[in-house]
């Protein structure tokens, strides 16, 4: 029987393979495949561009940036601009204090020093005997949740800029603690002064600040109120004693504390507590 052959099977051609491989366009209106989508975000609902082939940003995108550099940038530098005015003003408020005070007590007692400490354009401290006031400008603009301080307030709700803010901080540490470096003695926040865009402030602290219940649209930045602010911080200061640990707690020191000068019966400052509502505690100071 004579042997049959069957007929050979067509060899593969780059054009056969390519006949295979090709994908058919899409009709118009209909969504590309999932495989074209891989590129950049578009809006708008329109397709995704293809991987490195972004489209033009919708002008909307623009319009959102605009919106927000109008509504917080700028309102954000023109409250820094009025914290560093509203700082500066308690400088020099700060500095005049010390002069008269100094001038009151050097007769008394030359050996108490009352002393103005400049350290940046952000910082300066006031020493007076055993206690040193450390006034600190923070950068940032901040703002709060809705039920904290002013921000429930009428005055704050009639504008959007109002509810950011810059503040000035003032902590309580005992002099000895940053002249002999003990890192771990503690230091208290006294009062914290919030400033807004129309130079209105709240201001908010410990009890022994006895701060005027006002409404915020009330308050403006004055020289008087700077120097109110500062005289209260000093009678805080003043008013609350080193209290001495007991013996128990003292009986054991480390090598680490003594290499640190870390005083083993250094003591701390006990009595404050702040004005607002009672939340927390922190080394037995409510806040």
Known sequence: MPHTTPPSATPPTIENIAATTE????????????????????????????PGSPTEAPADRLDQIFEGLQQKSIAKQAIFRNTRAAFDMLRLVSQELVVELSRKITPVDSNVLIEYRPVNDMEFHIKFSGDLLIFVMHSNIVTFAEDYGPMASKYVEADFRRRFFGHIMAYNFMADSIKYQRMNDPGYLVGRLLINIENHYYLEGVQQLELPDND??????????????VESAMIAAVNNDLIAPPMQDIQ???????VENQQVSRGSKVGFSFSTEQRHSVDGLVY
């Open 252 to 258: 054991k020191i480390t090598v680490k504390q003594k």
């Open 23 to 50: 994908t058919t366009t899409p009709a118009p209106g209909a969504t590309p495949p999932v495989e074209a989508q891989a590129g950049a975000t578009a809006t708008n609902n329109l397709p995704t561009a293809a």
């Open 216 to 229: 915020m649209a009330d308050n403006l930045i004055t020289p008087d109120m700077m120097r109110l602010f």
